[in-house]
């Protein structure tokens, strides 16, 4: 199975951007689909956007495109997540979740999370 | 607010069985069946259970089943076990408009 790794804890000033990447070492993930979901402490799961690398092909979730962009490298088995204009209502664990054609919303397996802390 | 609608909790004794339910639309969950149930352990990563509103990932137990009627799923426990106490959250894909939608999400007491 698919094992999904993300970048540490981000620490953010309001209005700063940050990227979250979640790198695989498989193969089959460049033919599928990641997708990108958040969860506010104490709160529920949202899915922000998602992408099939070999396609370059993204979705986003309406209430996410202007704050969203979620590109991948190929070469390097990458897919990144990139949230502009940081507020502190962004303050979540991020993950992303490998998502097989085919099957949408089956998000299996997911990475272990991203923790952004938007703050002053 | 989310798109999907979910008790808040729902609580059950050991070896019992519980049903938690997710109201959706004709736009999502009465329209597709790509439905999904994640279950949540605290501090923990979602774990997926229940996907194509039936079907079980291989691994999850055969006490975890879902259905679906009309607009709403289901996802049924049976046998009750202290580690079914978790948070478990729908899931269905959408129309154009949201795409994937999620519902708040039931916090299971045994």
């Known amino acids: 199975q698919e094992v999904l790794v993300q970048s540490g804890t981000e620490i953010k000033k309001p209005g700063s951007s940050v990227r979250v990447s979640c790198t695989t070492s498989s193969d089959r993930v460049t033919n599928h689909a990641i997708s990108w979901l958040r969860q506010a402490p104490g709160q529920g799961l949202e899915w922000l956007g998602g992408?099939?690398?070999?396609?370059?092909?993204?979705n986003y979730a309406p209430t996410f495109r202007a704050k969203v962009t979620i590109t991948a490298d190929e070469s390097k088995g990458t897919v990144f997540l990139d949230l502009t204009s940081l507020e502190s209502e962004d303050t979540a664990t991020y993950y992303c979740?490998?998502?097989?054609?085919?099957?949408?919303?089956?998000?299996?397996?997911w990475g272990q999370g991203t923790l952004v802390i938007v703050s002053s | 607010h989310s798109a999907l609608t979910q008790p808040a909790s729902v609580s059950g004794s050991l070896g019992q069985s519980i049903t938690l339910y997710c109201n959706g639309t004709r736009s999502d969950v009465g329209y597709f069946d790509f439905v999904s149930w994640y279950q949540q352990h605290p501090g923990k990563v979602p774990r997926l259970i229940i996907y194509?509103?039936?079907k079980r990932p291989s691994g999850v137990s055969t006490r975890f089943s879902g259905s679906k009627s009309g607009n709403t799923a289901s996802l049924t426990i049976s046998g009750l076990q202290t580690d079914d106490e978790a948070d478990y959250y729908c899931c269905s894909y959408s129309d154009e408009t949201i795409i994937v939608a999620f519902g708040g999400g039931t916090k299971v007491t045994v």
């Open positions: 194509d509103v039936i």
């Open positions: 992408i099939i690398p070999i396609r370059n092909r993204t």
């Open positions: 979740a490998f998502e097989e054609a085919g099957y949408p919303t089956r998000f299996d397996p």
